[in-house]
């Protein structure tokens, strides 16, 4: 069975000393805990420090995205192996913003998620559907789809370096709180 993991996204917020001075006070809190992972995911301006800060922890450090491809003219884009050698050992893919605001579909999450596994990071995937999927009874529906699409032709072996998470879109920013018989009800 896997250990718990908990992860935060910091999204686009702290510049580098700020998110320098929060990786320090977690490490200082959190730095030797071993019964949960324990991952954060800081600006990608940031990566350098915050990754050489918890080197000597059990904070893990993650990407918040990553492009499927490895090198090439992809202006502003980020690639997994270039996350391995900023010592991310994991990366989010298939955010509900980056769905929303960048039209990122399942079969660029599933490219995304190759690339990643291929490249040694875990990938955290991210999956949820919205108010109007639950209410109008589509839930079940959208997520299979998205798990299905976005896991297409992930094997067994690459399926330990995955990690899904479930984030109820409808709860994003709403003042909304899923329950965890919400939670539940997905996971079963």
Known sequence: MRKPLIAGNWKLNNTIAEASQLAEDLKAELGKTTNVDIVIAPVFTAL???TQICASSSIQVAGQNCHCVDSGAFTGEVSAP????????Y??????????????TDNFVNAKTHAAINSG???IVCIGETLEQRESGEMFDVITNQLSLALNEITPAQAEKLVIAYEPIWAIGTGKT???????EVHA
């Not at 899923?178 to 539940?184: D, L, M, N, Q, Y």
């Open 121 to 123: 990071l875990t990938a």
């Open 82 to 89: 270039l996350l391995v050698d900023a010592g991310c050992s």
């Open 48 to 50: 350098a420090n915050v």
């Open 178 to 184: 899923a329950t965890s018989e919400e939670a539940a």
């Open 91 to 104: 990366v989010i893919l298939g955010h509900s913003e980056r769905r929303q605001f960048f039209g990122e």
